[in-house]
Nanobody, 118 residues
């Protein structure tokens, strides 16, 4: 089975930066569209960013220009570089892997908490 392990969350001040990492095991990394989602307290989980095999990316309007998603196929790892963090970015961030050929083949990371506060 596909497993995703996340790291990089923590407490930062507004305007600071964090880099999240997510490593896939148990399958072929290059066959998956990778994404980052987040869920703030009392709110619905939302897409933050995603990247496909070709390197094409999409971002939520709320993070565009501040966050960058990237992938390293040699390391089976997807990253989310978060700059200029705002308190409203506070959430649990989840890594997602979706097989390019099947909506049924989805895997989720355990979640990593990002808290932006002074």
């Amino acid at each position: 089975q596909v497993q995703l392990v996340e790291s990089g969350g923590g407490l930062v001040q507004p305007g600071g930066s964090l880099r999240l990492s997510c490593t896939l095991s148990g399958s072929i990394f290059s066959l998956y569209v990778m994404g980052w989602y987040r869920q703030a307290p009392g709110k619905e989980r939302e897409l933050v960013a995603r990247i496909n095999r070709s390197g094409n990316t999409v971002y939520a309007d709320s993070v565009k220009g501040r966050f960058t998603i990237s992938r390293d196929n040699a390391k089976n790892t997807v990253y989310l570089q978060m700059n200029s963090l705002k308190p409203e970015d506070t959430a649990v961030y989840y890594c997602n892997a979706r097989h390019w050929s099947s909506q049924a083949l989805d895997a989720w990371g355990q979640g990593t908490l990002v808290t932006v506060s002074s």
